[in-house]
T-cell receptor, first 113, second 115 residues
Framework: QQQVKQSPQSLIVQKGGIPIINCAYENTAFDYFPWYQQFPGKGPALLIAIRPDVSEKKEGRFTISFNKSAKQFSLHIMDSQPGDSATYFCAASIVGSNYKLTFGKGTLLTVNP | GAVVSQHPSRVICKSGTSVKIECRSLDFQATTMFWYRQFPKQSLMLMATSNEGSKATYEQGVEKDKFLINHASLTLSTLTVTSAHPEDSSFYIC???????????FGSGTRLTVV
């Protein structure tokens, strides 16, 4: 049973475009939702994370939108650049415990010049 | 910010030998560390949760006698792949939880190739 469903599997945009990656979760106990960026041969790096008490969080060109009632959250990348080409993973966990991160399957983003 | 150092970054070993991978939290204490395995173009698969001073908790289907995990201090966890076989070749990544900020920081990964 996949607890965090991520889409699309891959995405191609032009430089300056706004790619959007979506995730849906099932476990209503989740209360921490991070996004990670991973380049080939490297470990994931935290981009931005959100808690369910807010509907949107922005850090630089990255924005998370969160819809608690729909159990969905998404990542928007403003003014995308070729250097943003990477694999993006959404994840979910529970604060206040040593609960593991549950990952989505990932989205391979390609930003063309 | 929190930094997790993982070594080695690449290792090639012969079939039947053992390989140890180290994961260190450099600027914070990590009571809990996680070990993942990642196949090409796939997501991270959690192998085990490592708690300082106690036995690791392994995910279903992960052989604990093959993947030995030791978390002897608040800053170091090790994963030893015993009697490695070519099918153990993969990308192994550790993660440590920084309780002061509530976040998970990942190491840079170890590419294991068993020949």
């Amino acid at each position: 049973q996949q607890q965090v469903k991520q889409s699309p599997q891959s995405l191609i945009v032009q430089k300056g475009g706004i790619p959007i990656i979506n995730c849906a979760y099932e476990n209503t106990a989740f209360d921490y939702f991070p996004w990670y960026q991973q380049f080939p041969g490297k470990g994931p790096a935290l981009l931005i994370a959100i808690r369910p008490d807010v509907s949107e969080k922005k850090e630089g060109r990255f924005t998370i939108s969160f819809n608690k009632s729909a159990k969905q959250f998404s990542l928007h990348i403003m003014d995308s650049q070729p250097g943003d080409s990477a694999t993006y993973f959404c994840a979910a966990s529970i604060v206040g415990s040593n609960y593991k991160l549950t990952f989505g399957k990932g989205t391979l983003l390609t930003v063309n010049p | 910010g929190a930094v997790v150092s993982q070594h080695p970054s690449r290792v090639i070993c012969k079939s039947g030998t053992s390989v140890k991978i180290e994961c260190r939290s450099l600027d914070f204490q990590a009571t809990t560390m996680f070990w993942y395995r990642q196949f090409p173009k796939q997501s991270l698969m959690l192998m085990a949760t490592s708690n300082e001073g106690s036995k690791a908790t392994y995910e279903q289907g992960v052989e604990k006698d093959k993947f030995l995990i030791n978390h002897a201090s608040l800053t170091l966890s090790t994963l030893t792949v015993t009697s490695a076989h070519p099918e153990d070749s993969s990308f192994y990544i550790c993660s440590a939880r920084d309780t002061s900020i509530y976040g998970y920081t990942f190491g840079s990964g170890t590419r294991l190739t068993v020949v």
